[in-house]
């Protein structure tokens, strides 16, 4: 059983399109990670979030943590084909373990 | 930024063979190791979480005497998968933590290990 829910599990779309991530949990978390990794290659941490409601950009990507800090949602602007990856959430659990999300596969076409 | 380094990147080994991973921390001192396995199109699964000079804890359902970790200094993990089958063939990733790190980790780069 996954603690974090991501959604959509596969999002494919055309280059230039937005798209929203979205990662759930039942319960509250302190923080929140996001990562990307493509093909054959470790995750590359993207943003931590802390504070409920709050919200990080980095360049084209919004990070939202939601308020009651049980979820949160990552936006792409203008997608590229270069945003192409497995995006994943993940929580410390008990402070000494990082568990991931299911995962999104986003599949950006030029 | 902090490096790991995981070798080798790619394995093939022969059914009931052992194969050893390795995972280094470069330049920092790392006082606690994950490993994960990712089989294809799926996320990341953490198999155990090992710290310096201890014995390993291991997640439910991970055969700890099949999936041997070792973690005898602050700059190497090892994961033997022992007697291996065509069913662990995977991706193994490691992650490093440093002691003044709080909860960032660092990634290596990963290992497939394909078993025949």
């Known amino acids: 059983t996954q603690l974090l829910e991501q959604s959509p599990q596969f999002l494919s779309i055309q280059e230039g399109e937005n798209l929203t991530v979205y990662c759930n949990s039942s319960s509250v978390f302190s923080s929140l990670q996001w990562y990307r990794q493509e093909p054959g290659e470790g995750p590359v941490l993207l943003v931590t979030v802390v504070t409920g409601g709050e919200v990080k950009k980095l360049k084209r990507l919004t990070f939202q943590f939601g308020d009651a800090r049980k979820d949160s949602s990552l936006h792409i602007t203008a997608a590229q084909p270069g945003d192409t990856g497995l995006y994943l959430c993940?929580?410390?659990?008990?402070?000494?373990?990082?568990?991931f999300g299911g995962g999104t596969r986003l599949m950006v076409k030029p | 930024g902090a490096v790991v380094s995981q070798h080798p990147s790619r394995v093939i080994c022969k059914s009931g063979t052992s194969v050893k991973i390795e995972c280094r921390s470069l330049d920092f001192q790392a006082t606690t190791m994950f490993w994960y396995r990712q089989f294809p199109k799926q996320s990341l699964m953490l198999m155990a979480t090992?710290?310096?000079?201890?014995?390993?804890?291991?997640e439910q359902g991970v055969e700890k005497d099949k999936f041997l970790i070792n973690h005898a200094s602050l700059t190497l993990s090892t994961l033997t998968v022992t007697s291996a089958h065509p069913e662990d063939s995977s991706f193994y990733i490691c992650?490093?933590?440093?002691?003044?790190?709080?909860?960032?980790?660092?990634f290596g780069e990963g290992s497939w290990l394909t078993v025949v």
């Open positions: 993940a929580r410390w659990v008990a402070g000494n373990m990082l568990t």
């Open positions: 992650s490093a933590r440093a002691r003044s790190s709080g909860n960032t980790i660092y």
């Open positions: 090992s710290n310096e000079g201890s014995k390993a804890t291991y």
